[in-house]
């Protein structure tokens, strides 16, 4: 198992937001983190990242608590995209290098250029490496930014809400492109999302979370018309097409 999440806490000033968490991620598989807004989702991946420190509990990468190590010794575990993205005046191409970061010495190494091109290659961004990214729209951007985290070849990728800002065709690139990185790299993924039946199609693994605790673990055979109900207050069917559950609001 590359990730270990055990029993995390997470307060905000005096609001519990995470009440202890427990999960774990192994080789090669995507765990679709999902819920209604505010249950602490996102909070959980920042956890997950050390972006927030949990207040009680671990996180273990391959068996390193991530606690002890540093910013860099975590960057070059983790590789996090946030829901919103900060912009500059740099090129598209030096936004992905920032990817190898964590990775260079003294020099950037012809091994970084290499890595660089193969990920613009992999998004099709290869025609618009030199432009800005502050010339790019939201969904470029996101692009980019899955780009980057890729880029840093992290044993674990932890994704807020990566197709939030695409369109359809996009949405099923990016995450064919995060699903063949995930099997085909051994890494470990985690993303949160709204969109139930795009994430059936991809994730291997689901958690739902309510006020703060995982309520229901499952794959996606598991997922019930009752769950659904219960996390988001609304009655469902479930159908299946091509062996692919899929859920429709009654």
């Known amino acids: 198992m590359i990730l270990r999440v055990n029993d995390v806490h997470f307060d905000y000033k005096s609001r519990k937001v995470l009440n202890g968490v427990e999960l774990g991620v192994n080789q090669g598989e995507i765990l679709a983190i999902m819920g209604p807004n505010g249950v602490g989702k996102s909070t959980l991946l920042k956890c997950m990242d050390m972006i927030l420190k949990p207040t009680a509990g671990s996180v273990f990468v391959n068996d390193s608590d991530l606690a002890a190590l540093s910013n860099q010794e975590i960057a070059q575990k983790i590789g996090y995209v946030s829901q919103r993205n900060d912009v500059s005046r740099t090129t598209v191409f030096d936004a992905v290098l920032l990817g190898r970061k964590p990775h260079i010495g003294l020099t950037i190494s012809e091994k970084d250029y290499q890595i660089v091109d193969a990920a ?116 469902v069917h479930i159908e299946y097409f091509k062996g692919i559950p899929y859920i429709i609001p009654i």
């Open 120 to 235: 613009l290659k992999r998004f099709e961004l290869e025609d618009m490496q030199l432009r800005r990214i502050d010339e790019m729209s939201g969904g470029e951007l996101q692009k980019v930014c899955i780009c980057r985290a890729i880029a840093q070849e992290p044993s674990v990728l932890l994704l807020d809400e990566p197709t939030s800002s695409l369109d359809l065709h996009n949405q099923l690139e990016i995450l064919k492109i995060i699903k063949n990185v995930t099997v085909g790299h051994n890494t470990a993924t985690v993303l949160t999302m709204h969109d139930l039946n795009l994430a059936l199609r991809f994730a291997d693994k689901f958690v739902f979370m309510k006020d703060g605790i995982i309520h229901d673990a499952c794959d996606a055979n598991g997922i019930t018309p009752e769950m659904i109900e219960n996390i988001y207050g609304v009655k």
